[in-house]
């Protein structure tokens, strides 16, 4: 069992036992008492954080793998700023044209921008995946800015990164609606 999944279930048996123990003091006063309102308003209080932590479940199950996927999108993204740059540097030190600079230097600030994208518990699948999207639309761009592919490659480069914009801008509420709707 996970450290997590541990302390969770550690955090819920108390919530549940203090919520019994607040019923079971409850239970000795009746309806009539002066003392009930009291004990009533704390068993109330303790059925309300036992609902409060239930919410947070999902989220607390999920931190590990959150955290894991926000390091592969966060390097992944800078680690493709990088190669933009290199690219941008090889550009010149090869002897090519100014021109590359025009698909270079925005997939430079594209990946750049992008690396700081907001990874929580319910989208970071869905970054991750999309980093295999942005692997092969930086492979293309390398291809062809190094010459090993036709410059007509530019065009899906460029519809590449349109459909990579277009993905990220909308978020992952279109691929979980449809997965809820299965």
């Not at 309102?37 to 607390?60: H, N, V």
């Not at 290199?86 to 690396?115: E, K, M, Q």
């Not at 319910?122 to 999309?130: G, I, P, S, V």
């Amino acid at each position: 069992m996970s450290k997590v999944r541990h302390e969770i279930e550690t955090e819920y048996r108390q919530l549940q036992q203090r919520l019994l123990a607040r019923h079971g003091e409850t239970a000795r006063y009746e309806a009539g008492d002066e003392n009930f309102g009291a004990e009533y308003a704390q068993l109330l209080q303790a059925a309300d954080e036992l609902l409060a932590f239930e919410k947070t479940i999902p989220a607390k199950l999920a931190e590990p793998e959150r955290q894991l996927s926000e390091r592969i999108v966060r390097i992944s993204w800078l680690g493709q700023t990088a190669v933009a740059l290199a690219l941008i540097v090889l550009t010149f030190a090869l002897g090519h044209s100014a021109w590359w600079l025009v698909v270079l230097v925005p997939h430079c600030i594209a990946t750049l921008s992008l690396s700081f994208q907001k990874v929580t518990h319910k989208n970071h699948r869905f970054y991750r995946h999309l980093t295999i999207g942005l692997h092969l639309e930086c492979l293309l761009v390398a291809l062809i800015t190094l010459s090993v592919i036709s410059l007509w490659f530019v065009i899906l480069a460029i519809i590449g990164w349109l459909v990579l914009t277009v993905t990220v801008s909308e978020g992952p509420g279109d691929a979980v609606k449809k997965g809820q709707s299965r």
